[in-house]
């Protein structure tokens, strides 16, 4: 038996001296580049606010340095798994032979005879099979990983590659799985614990069987005694430590849909290998309270939701549907839908441009333009009414007469200048002016379109990650902020105090926060989809709600406001308000009368404060007496007009 093993410990020591050899003649996997192991570590994801919401991973692996490791951890391994660690060569002969003659008394395997070297030989090298080939190669990669590396490097590797069950490979992600603590604030009983799972990580797992774990935590203590690694009084204290588990949580904040956004642009950046074993560190723009807001925000509704600040372009929440365990498609990017009147304020911004005034007066009446009659929501009209009522109570016969008198082509490149890449060629007539497109919009551009509404006429374009370190916390990239200008700073501001009129007084009143807020309804025909994008000072957000099969949501847009309401009240909860900044050429708070665009009298029915660039606020006064104005009938053409004369400015009649 002695001569057996001689014969074999030489032939072992032969291949490992000409090692390059060995590799051609047994097929052996190279072994120079054993730092390498730190190319297979979990890519760790942060929130804005620095705190881990994810690791990408094909292995949960956390590669830590010994320093960062409870020094009773490779102090428990040794004495249970190898004690002759730091006398053999890769291999050991007197553990074999132990080991063999345990078994033979015990009648079956009670002990292993392979070292801590062989073991990371196997795990990073080799397969589990049980063959006497598997087991020379794996011999002789000890020995040559022994050759090319200090024990200290070895134990590391070893100690970051091994399996702890439950997920978990290496004790820094062990530590976090069982105990929620990091590797280097282990006890000594947690650290005996976790140091037992290496040889049965399924049996004896506490979160499978407790018994199993307090029994295996006490053995290895006894071989820390024997080792004298410790005393006897410090394992039975240890052996009575309770294990206090960290508990299989349910994330409380999934960002599946986010984490999937970000993951693809690394992806295509990195490529897959490193961003899934490469050990990344990714800083992103996600606000774990925001993104718990916009997750609930739903409900049972299939849709999706996004969150931008808009100052900055930062994407603050992601859901890409109602649940990622049963679609991973994230709607707020792959999900084309008509935007219905949340496409208006386009239409709007182009008639500013074009010098109209919030004031301008169009007559609310029906309509026929080539066959082309739309109606309004509530199949009402209601005659003359300024650009910001027909605004903010989304009148469909105003958007139209808006866009034929400013030109539907400009809406569109309007549109595109702010994001909008899914237009096309036929979309240039009327019934896009309502929002009804070849194609459609998705959630993600057309929210991030508002942004410019709500920062002064600058576009932000949206960012997800603000930095990536590598695994030596390099900096990869850094991005910074991308923004184009798009509007001049007065227009975006009268469109923001316009639609501020949709949550004060219009279809959006339910997402009227108690804070400065605007935004804008949409609805496409039979309630396909149900729209509402909206935006504060600081944060601009979208919500759609539509089925996948594109049948009725049986709601509105003025319904999904609701749910915008409830989630940025949430989402600002800590955060006083805030007011839009007003450029300094704009008069703001003008009393407007908002059937005649006068300056409002005494008996004015509907008082709006609307904001005008200097120069152009009205200085008319309405001095009605007493007021008939009636909205026209269908078909009737605005017969009935005011008793009084008034030079009102009229759009053209149709």
Same mark, same amino acid.
């Given at each position: 038996?002695?001569?057996?093993?001689?014969?074999?410990?030489?032939?072992?020591f032969l291949s490992a001296s000409f090692s390059n050899v060995s590799y051609a003649f047994l097929g052996l996997p190279q072994t120079s580049n054993l730092e390498s192991l730190q190319l297979v570590a979990a890519t760790q994801v942060y929130d804005v606010n620095g705190q881990l919401i994810s690791k990408l991973f094909e292995q949960n692996r956390i590669v830590v340095t010994m320093n960062n490791m409870s020094r009773y951890i490779p102090q428990a391994i040794i004495a249970n798994?190898?004690?002759?660690?730091?006398?053999?060569?890769?291999?050991?002969?007197?553990?074999?032979?132990?080991?063999?003659?345990?078994?033979?008394?015990?009648?079956?395997?009670a002990e292993g005879g392979s070292t801590v070297t062989q073991q990371l030989a196997r795990e990073m090298f080799l397969t589990q099979e049980r063959t006497i080939v598997r087991k020379l190669k794996e011999a002789l990669l000890a020995m040559i990983i022994e050759s090319k590396f200090s024990k200290q490097e070895i134990l590391q590797a070893y100690l970051n590659q091994v399996y702890f069950g439950e997920g978990a490979y290496g004790v820094e992600a062990a530590a976090q799985v =069982?105990?929620?603590?990091?590797?280097?604030?282990?006890?000594?009983?947690?650290?005996?614990?976790?140091?037992?799972?290496?040889?049965?990580?399924?049996?004896?797992?506490?979160?499978?069987?407790?018994?199993?774990?307090?029994?295996?935590?006490?053995?290895?203590?006894?071989?820390?005694?024997?080792?004298?690694?410790?005393?006897q009084a410090e394992a039975d204290e240890a052996q009575a430590e309770p294990l206090v588990l960290a508990g299989k949580k349910k994330r409380?904040?999934?960002?599946? =849909?986010?984490?999937?956004?970000?993951?693809?642009?690394?992806?295509?950046?990195?490529?897959?290998?490193?961003?899934?074993?490469?050990?990344l560190k990714v800083y992103t723009t996600m606000d774990t309270k925001i993104q718990q807001a916009a997750e609930a925000a739903l409900g049972q509704y299939q849709g999706a939701v996004l969150v931008m600040d808009s100052r900055n372009g930062h994407i603050k929440a992601m859901v890409g549907g109602r649940n990622y365990q049963e679609s991973q498609i994230n709607r707020a990017i792959a999900d084309i839908r008509q935007p219905g009147s949340a496409f208006k304020p386009f239409v709007y911004a182009t008639a500013l441009n074009k010098g109209l005034t919030p004031n301008a007066i169009i007559y609310d009446e029906p309509i026929n333009i080539s066959g082309y009659s739309p109606q309004n929501y509530d199949n009402k009209f209601r005659g003359p009414v300024t650009m910001k009522k027909a605004l903010r109570w989304s009148v469909?016969?105003?958007? @139209?007469?808006?866009?034929?008198?400013?030109?539907?082509?400009?809406?569109?490149?309007l549109a595109k200048s702010m994001g909008i890449t899914t237009l096309t060629a036929d979309d240039d007539n009327l019934s896009a002016a309502l929002g009804g497109l070849t194609q459609g919009v998705n959630l993600l551009e057309l929210t991030t379109a508002y942004t410019a509404f709500a920062n002064n006429g600058v576009l932000s374009q949206p960012i997800g990650i603000i930095k990536v370190l590598d695994e030596n916390n390099q900096v990869l990239e850094e991005n910074r902020i991308n923004q184009q200008f798009v509007l001049q700073p007065e227009i975006s501001y009268i469109m923001t105090n316009m639609m501020m009129g949709v949550l004060e007084a219009g279809t959006g009143t339910a997402a009227n926060i108690g804070r400065p807020a605007a935004g804008k309804t949409g609805t496409t025909d039979?309630?396909?989809?149900?729209?509402?994008?909206?935006?504060?000072?600081?944060? @601009?957000?979208?919500?759609?709600?539509?089925?996948d099969d594109r049948t009725s949501v049986g709601i509105s847009g003025s319904q999904v406001a609701a749910f915008w309401g409830k989630m940025m009240s949430t989402a600002l909860s800590n955060n006083p308000p805030q007011t839009f900044s007003v450029p300094p050429n704009i008069i703001t708070g003008v009393a407007i009368c908002a059937d005649t665009g006068l300056l409002a009298g005494p008996a004015c029915p509907d008082t709006e404060y609307?904001?005008?660039?200097?120069?152009?606020?009205?200085?008319?006064?309405?001095?009605?007496?007493?007021?008939?104005l009636q909205p026209s009938q269908p078909g009737k053409q605005n017969e009935k007009r005011p008793r009084w004369k008034l030079n009102i400015p009229r759009l053209p009649s149709f």
């Open positions: 038996m002695r001569r057996f093993f001689l014969c074999i410990l030489i032939i072992i798994e190898d004690t002759r660690f730091y006398n053999h060569i890769g291999v050991d002969p007197i553990g074999i032979l132990r080991a063999l003659w345990v078994n033979i008394r015990s009648g079956g395997i =069982y105990f929620g603590k990091h590797a280097s604030e282990l006890s000594l009983g947690q650290s005996a614990m976790i140091a037992g799972l290496a040889r049965g990580p399924n049996l004896y797992s506490p979160y499978a069987d407790m018994k199993a774990a307090i029994n295996r935590r006490a053995v290895v203590l006894s071989g820390m005694v024997k080792e004298g690694y410790i005393t409380t904040v999934q960002a599946s =849909y986010f984490i999937d956004y970000i993951a693809n642009d690394l992806v295509g950046k990195y490529g897959a290998n490193r961003v899934y074993k490469g050990g469909n016969t105003a958007s @139209v007469k808006l866009a034929q008198q400013t030109g539907m082509t400009d809406v569109l490149n039979n309630y396909e989809t149900a729209w509402f994008i909206g935006y504060t000072p600081e944060l @601009v957000a979208g919500i759609y709600v539509g089925n609307s904001s005008f660039i200097r120069g152009t606020e009205p200085t008319l006064v309405d001095n009605r007496l007493h007021t008939n």
